[in-house]
């Protein structure tokens, strides 16, 4: 099984509607949930930090469930400049011989085209 | 201004004909990364330097090597590369004083790498 998972679309929505992506990951050690998107051929981008209480950024809302390891995506009203891949990203402390470092572990992405 | 920078943009070499992939940073930022991406799939972390201390993803091939030889330069070495190495490299930063919820990581353009 994959430590992060991703529904990998494609999403395809018309302007205007709300579309919500999930992202289950396997390891309950995980500590930090980001969104990132990436547009075709470059490279990611931060959309948002995911935080346990659930934030909002505009039209963008992440929440996290730790109880059923997931973290989601909400956006409302969505504009064509929205389609891309968004990426989940958790992180966690992992350790080797020379002491812990940060294990950062990416989703596959999940595609989100928006239709006119 | 681009933060993470990684030349070339794109970069064509031959099947094992050694290439080297460039990526400097002006963040400060004491974390640098090496990702591989290919075609529709997650980055793929090949290793990572916390200042000096260099830490090798356990799948990442010999084939694969990276030095770093100031905060500011990473450098991505591939000593032999075959058809399948032919992907997207992603160089990114970070900065690990800050805490793990806020350690965003910041990411260069890429090199697309073709292999002949």
């Known amino acids: 099984r994959k430590e992060v998972e991703q529904d990998p679309g494609p999403f395809n929505v018309p302007e205007g509607a709300t579309v919500a992506f999930n992202c289950t990951y396997s390891?309950?050690?995980?500590?930090?949930f980001f969104w990132y998107r990436q547009d075709c051929r470059k490279e990611p981008k931060l959309l948002m930090s995911?935080?346990?209480s659930g934030n909002e950024d505009g039209r963008f809302t992440a929440q996290l469930n730790r109880a059923s390891q997931y973290i989601s995506l909400l956006i409302r009203d969505s504009k064509l400049s929205d389609s891309a891949t968004y990426l989940c990203v958790v992180t966690r402390l992992g350790m080797r011989r020379s002491g812990g470092y940060q294990k950062v572990t990416f989703g596959t992405g999940t595609k989100l085209q928006v239709i006119p | 201004d681009a933060m993470v920078i990684q030349n070339p943009r794109y970069q064509v070499t031959q099947f094992g004909k050694p290439v080297t992939l460039s990526c400097s940073q002006t963040l400060n930022h004491n974390v640098m990364y090496w990702y591989q991406q290919k075609s529709s799939q997650a980055p793929k972390l090949l290793f990572h330097y916390y200042d000096k201390d260099f830490n090798n993803e356990a799948d990442t091939p010999d084939n694969f090597q990276s030095r770093r030889p100031n905060t500011s330069f990473c450098f991505l070495d591939i000593r032999s590369p075959g058809l399948g190495d032919a992907a997207m490299y992603l160089c990114?930063?970070?900065?690990?004083?800050?805490?793990?919820?806020?350690?965003?990581?910041?990411f260069g353009a890429g090199t697309r790498l073709s292999v002949l």
């Open positions: 990114a930063t970070s900065n690990r004083a800050v805490p793990l919820a806020k350690n965003i990581q910041y």
């Open positions: 390891n309950s050690a995980s500590q930090s």
């Open positions: 995911v935080y346990s």
